[in-house]
């Protein structure tokens, strides 16, 4: 079955990977408008004799390697890019105007895509399916859409990873139960009576009640919530008023709210409408909330997280996988993680010698290529470890 031939054949194929990496790079698709990845994700495939369902949830691509009758893994990749400016001075730089790979995924798609040509080359004793997703990026996402069409059937397991920048090259971080935060967003419009900044007596201001609403909201956080329950609450906007001598009719806000468990969630959200309603019922102003539910935490399965652990030492050394502290961003392989055991890590992907010292997100983000290898090779021993693990059972 699994023989180094597989391992090196990984090796043979890196150059491979940072081929495919780059042509994606250059050629990015944002979330929900992917069109031509999707289209050479599935040529790719065919070329290699697997099965292909294209356009499943919208623009998912899901590939199926046939093997025997031990039980059927999923791996998953995502590929949509992000609206910003690319501004890197890289001959692979984006061609697109306003788009870039700002996060990693045309690396995890370029990994698969090897990954997937290596396991053509073998028995298998399973099936592995291949998720190619879109729109990661941007809730309410490909994942739960692709589910919803079929993907995780008669899927047993699932694994995933991410390129990860804050690690260092030749690192991998990984732990189980709940690794990324449930990432919810909201609206607020504060609604008072405007008019002229001399005769405040005859208003009611909306930017200084939205103000106090602001600060009100902060303390949900440092005196509603247990301090042992991590959870943030953050306003990204702002916007009132429209001149200097007139008092605010409007106000709007916005913001994002994190946490890891559905119970701090539900009281965050209690306690946002309660604060909200008492501080402006006692302005004599009027509020619209609308908050809106993303993904829901990554949630990873212990058996499987001990298995990626056990591989990854294998890989890369015992003293390179690190117990990752629990991460605030969000991702929907949460979703995959509720149907199926499975776990998703983090490779490291950070090299200051190649320019990868930006954060994700960035306008100059980039990786050490070479965290792809790592990944796949990873991926690769954790199907072997699944199938392995099941036959000393029968």
Not at 215 to 228: F, Y
Not at 248 to 273: D, N, P, W, Y
Not at 291 to 300: D, L, Q, S, T
Not at 331 to 356: I, K, M, R, S, W
């Amino acid at each position: 079955m699994f023989t180094t031939h597989l391992e090196s054949r990984l090796t043979e194929l890196y150059s491979e990977m940072v081929s495919l990496r780059r042509h994606f790079h250059q050629y990015p698709e944002v979330s929900f408008q992917e069109v031509e990845t999707p289209k050479m994700i599935a040529r790719y495939l065919r070329e290699l004799g697997i099965e292909v369902r294209e356009k499943v949830g919208g623009n998912g691509v899901v590939g199926r390697i046939r093997g025997g009758d031990g039980p059927t893994i999923a791996l998953r990749a995502d590929f949509d890019a992000l609206p910003i400016q690319d501004v890197k001075d890289v001959p692979y730089r984006s061609k697109v105007n306003g788009v870039m790979h700002a996060c990693g995924h045309d690396g995890h798609t370029a990994m698969l895509l090897v990954l997937a040509k290596v396991l053509t080359e073998t028995d298998l004793p399973g099936d592995v399916v291949l998720i190619h997703q879109f729109a990661e990026e941007l809730a309410p996402g490909g994942a739960k859409p692709m589910i919803e069409d079929g993907c995780l059937d008669g899927v047993d397991y699932v694994f995933g990873a991410h390129l990860w920048t804050p690690l260092p090259f030749g690192t991998v971080g990984v732990k189980h139960g709940p690794i990324m935060a449930a990432s919810d967003r909201f609206e607020l419009i504060i609604r008072g009576k405007g008019g002229h900044g001399a005769i405040p007596q005859h208003t009611v201001d909306a930017l200084m009640v939205a103000v106090n609403v602001a600060g009100q909201l902060q303390q949900i956080i440092s005196r509603r919530t247990d301090p042992l329950e991590p959870a943030v609450l953050t306003i990204g906007t702002f916007s009132s008023g429209q001149a200097f001598n007139v008092i605010a009719e409007e106000a709007r806000l916005s913001g994002t709210v994190r946490t890891f468990t559905t119970h701090t969630q539900e009281r965050i959200i209690k306690e946002m409408e309660r604060v909200i309603a008492a501080t402006c019922d006692a302005s004599d102003a009027t509020y619209e909330l609308e908050y809106i539910r993303g993904y829901p935490a990554v949630v990873n399965h212990p058996t499987e997280t001990e298995l990626i652990r056990r591989v990854a030492s294998n890989v890369i050394g015992a003293d390179g996988v690190v117990d990752l502290a629990p991460l605030m961003v969000g991702e929907d392989f949460a979703y995959y993680l509720q149907h199926v055991p499975g776990c998703f890590f983090f490779t490291g992907a950070g090299n200051p010698e190649c320019a990868a010292v930006f954060p994700h997100h960035h306008p100059r983000f980039d990786i050490d290529e070479r965290s792809m290898l790592h990944t796949a090779q990873i991926l690769l021993g954790a199907l072997r470890s699944t199938w392995t693990a099941h036959e000393k059972e029968d």
